[in-house]
């Protein structure tokens, strides 16, 4: 049974890290997966203290990666309009387009709601490099989130 969940848990840890950068995977909390499934062998056997800190860590991580393209947006000067368009256009992009449109999707987004409201092209450039800079801190955090799981795991394999 041990290897069985090693072998899930290290998928989890594996798909994690994938997750950082493809958006329909939830990185972090799937790493945090394999850390829990690798708690449960006896290869590893880690405090109820880290396993409560990883999954915190997870859950903010992962909420924190839909909010701070909103507020890089509205942190480059973004009105209301700029941060409901970078939502949107996360939202469209991410459907339509994948990866890509995940990525785009707030900078086109911003721009458009931006230039809706009456801003100028380089007002409205200006909040969408914003929501592009929030996405890139989001993949950020959450690779730093995950990669820290994975030395845990690895950690406790050796």
């Known amino acids: 049974m041990d290897y069985i969940l090693l072998?899930?848990?290290i998928?989890?840890?594996i798909t994690g890290l994938l997750g950082c950068v493809l958006p329909i995977l939830p990185g972090p909390p799937l790493s945090f997966l394999g850390l829990l499934l690798l708690h449960f062998t006896r290869f590893a056997d880690y405090s109820t203290a880290f396993l409560i800190t990883a999954a915190v860590v997870a859950?903010?991580?992962t909420i924190l990666d839909y909010v701070v393209p909103i507020w890089g947006t509205?942190?480059?000067g973004g009105s209301k309009a700029g941060m409901w368009g970078a939502t949107i256009g996360m939202i469209?992009?991410?459907i339509f387009l994948g990866p890509i449109g995940l990525i785009l999707g707030p900078l086109?987004?911003?721009i458009?709601?931006?230039?809706?409201?009456?801003?100028k092209s380089d007002h409205a450039l200006k909040a969408g490099l914003g929501a592009f800079l929030g996405f890139l801190l989001g993949v950020g955090?959450?690779?730093a989130a995950s990669i820290y799981m994975t030395y845990h795991f690895i950690k406790a394999l050796l």
């Not at 458009?112 to 801003?119: Q, R, V, W, Y």
């Open 141 to 143: 955090l959450k690779l």
């Open 59 to 61: 859950t903010i991580v």
């Open 74 to 76: 509205k942190k480059f």
């Open 112 to 119: 458009i709601g931006e230039s809706m409201n009456g801003a």
């Open 92 to 94: 469209i992009g991410m």
């Open 11 to 13: 998928l989890f840890i």
């Open 108 to 110: 086109v987004g911003a």
């Open 7 to 9: 072998v899930l848990a």
